[in-house]
């Protein structure tokens, strides 16, 4: 039972989607960006398996991987300090979730994750996303899961697609994609324009005044610095192309594949808390956010029971941080410069060793190396030069497959080491004084079984130990040492029981529990905090915490009638942190019930087909210090949307509203939501 199962959202969107305009084909899906290969591996069957189409990302007018993501069970879309879009899944913060790009682990080197508003909707051909025990081909550093965002290649003839749309205060988007092959060769690229003066917050936001701590100048200890309508400083511009050249047979596939991503926008300002030093503010703009890269990818089938794969990538990241004195961001104090890059690759070997037991191993390798460095523009003493850190990650795994009739059985074991080279502009080994790297290793076993019912469901249960290795920004501390950290540690367990059930207005119903225990999470133990405020100014990383998570997730779809489809998804999740000396038990941007609601309406007269979108989340942390916690209560947004097809399916016209209720609610720290908003846009395609 190998194949990939859909969201119930997404089989329904599917079914709604049914033109071949709008309906994804596989022969447009980059199949080797797909690291688990559903005909050799049943790890899929074992783990909690979601999988989000071209066609519901299409519907919902997702313009980057994070608007598309908010539509995967247990996964919770929150905003940084930096208005960066960045996920929790199952209890989890991004950067314990390994997330893919065509199977290549895609982050900035510092804090081992990145901006999901960098990575356009318009690339995407499908989402697969593993909780609970992911394969361990993937490697380490997935504690969380697995997201892997398959591209597009090129299919045989010629064929593309435009699409422009645009929304109040500037809002405008372009689009435009092109396929090509012939003779066993494709090409496919595409290319996107975003742009915004500003959004709009909720008409029921209440301005407050912040906090500022300002060691620099002289500005008031309290201050106003949002006052509603109009986002301060939530300016925007993006472009983004991409282009895939591929070749393949029937038994090999070679395909190199290049990208450029560049963003400048305007960072909008916490509203309650903001600082000045010396060579930081929140007052600040992003004045380049760039990522560029090279994917190589290949297959070559050896013959009926061996097949080898393989991969290699270089992939640059680029951000500076322009800082300035004041909200009005009249004199300019500096910039803070990242510049990062990473290159690895991996094998993969796919064995048949007979009719019931299939065999994978791998083997991966990664670099990674951040600098940084500032800019002082109105004292050059407060310059720093160039830091430079470095380090290198090796996986060994293999995985086996066992089929005895309806019962698949999944063992896997990995080994994981990363070194740290030099960390700050020194080498690791004089930096902790022992002459050494900071060396670290683990295994990570993973075992799993499902077994398919006489009515189509089937039941699956797995228990994975899993690795995250620290990162730069883990590692660092303000007295400018390197302290040895231990790789966070969890022991994931995850069962469930998935149905096919055909019943019309019940035609899918997946139920899963899942629970993890995680040791040795890296946290802050602060030496220097202020009296007054409690910010702190010295702290050094430790490996004190734990922390527990389990819940639930519950997804089922169907057809009321034959014009009105729906689905249905619950997640619960409790996650609290069990550290001996923790401030607080609870996690932030964790919301416990979150349930999610897509109604879809095919018109027959008049050929409309609308959707409702629904989204209730209800009690959740978004800032806590000591006694002044914030926390979001109840949270229900509606979004609506409808299309139209004209011209035999060449040409659709479109127009979505979100936040219709115009809710007002923080997504992150400070960070206050986008109130209502619309875009009318067409789509054309040849």
Known sequence: MNALRLTPVALMVAATLSAPSAQ???????????IVVAETTGVRDIAIHNVLTEETIEMIGARTAADALEYIPGVHITQSNKGEKFLTMQGFEQDKILI????????????????????????????????????????????????????????????????????????????????????????FGTVEHTGRDAFSLSDDYKPVESYVKDRWGDLPKFMEVEDGGKRVNSDLESINARLRAGYSNDTTEVY????????????????????????????????EYKDQGIDLNASHKLNDRVTLRALAYYHTHTDTLSFYETPEQAVKMGDSSYDDYT?????????????????SVSANYKSDVHKKWVDHALDSSLSSPTERSELETYSLAMEDTMRFGRLTVVAGLAWHQQTVIDFQGQSAGDTLGNGNADESDTLDPMLGASYALNNGSRVFASVAKKTRFATFQDMKADDGKLYKLDPERSLSYAAGWEADLGKG????LNIS????????????LCIDRDPDDGYCYIATPVNIGTAEYYGSEISLSGDLTDALRYSLDHTYTHARDKSDDAETEYLRDLPRNEFTAILIWDEAVTGISANLRMNYKDKFMVYWDGEDTLWEKDVFTMDIGARKDFYNQQLTAYFNVNNLLDENFYEG??????????????????
């Open 24 to 34: 994804a084909d596989d022969k447009e899906v980059f199949s080797l960006g797909e």
């Open 505 to 508: 207005w019940l035609n899918q």
């Open 256 to 287: 190199a594949s290049v990208y450029h991503f560049d963003t400048e926008r305007g960072l909008p300002f916490h509203d309650s808390y903001n600082k000045v030093f010396d060579t930081y503010s929140t007052f600040s703009d992003i004045s």
């Open 513 to 524: 529990g899942f629970y993890h225990d995680v040791d040795d999470r890296i946290g802050e």
């Open 343 to 359: 290159f690895g690759g991996a094998l993969f070997g796919d064995i048949s060793i007979n009719d019931w037991n299939d065999l």
């Open 100 to 187: 893919l790009l065509d199977g290549v682990p895609y982050y900035e080197t510092n804090y081992g994750q990145l901006d999901l508003n960098q990575i356009p909707a318009n690339i995407i051909a499908k989402v697969e996303v593993s909780k609970g025990a992911s394969s361990v081909l993937y490697g380490p550093n997935g504690m969380g899961g697995v997201i892997n965002i398959i591209t597009h290649k090129g299919q045989q003839g010629i064929s593309g697609k435009l699409d422009a749309n645009f929304g109040e205060y500037g809002q405008n988007h372009q689009s435009a994609s092109l396929s090509y092959g012939q003779g066993g060769f494709t090409l």
């Open 669 to 686: 720290d400070g960070q206050a939501n986008e109130g209502r908003n619309f875009e009318v846009g067409l789509t054309y395609r040849f």
